[in-house]
């Protein structure tokens, strides 16, 4: 419990775990939006330069990271709440 909620607290800036499960649910949800907002950095960053696409993923990008970091920072830690 201790390793996953170190490694969400400096990898993702999450927030302390109450249970083993808790903390396998933060880390594991944080993995996830990461993983989601991965494919738009990708894609802003391998469109050719120059094109009205670039700036238009990359604004996607940036609005989505703002949207799921409140979402997560505002999110309970604990997975029974959703049960």
């Known amino acids: 419990?201790?390793?996953?909620?170190?490694?969400?607290m400096h990898v993702?800036?999450?927030?302390a775990a109450t249970?083993?499960?808790a903390a396998l649910y933060g880390l594991?949800?944080?993995l996830?939006?990461?993983a989601a907002l991965y494919g738009f950095c990708?894609?802003?960053?391998?469109a050719p330069w120059g094109e009205q696409q670039v700036p238009l993923l990359f604004s996607v990008f940036c609005g989505l990271l703002v949207a799921s970091s409140y979402h997560l920072s505002r999110q309970?830690?604990?997975p029974a709440l959703l049960w």
């Open 1 to 8: 419990m201790y390793l996953l909620e170190q490694v969400d």
């Open 12 to 15: 993702f800036g999450g927030t």
């Open 19 to 21: 249970s083993p499960l």
């Open 28 to 30: 594991a949800r944080s």
């Open 32 to 34: 996830l939006v990461a």
């Open 42 to 46: 990708l894609g802003a960053i391998q």
């Open 76 to 78: 309970s830690s604990d």
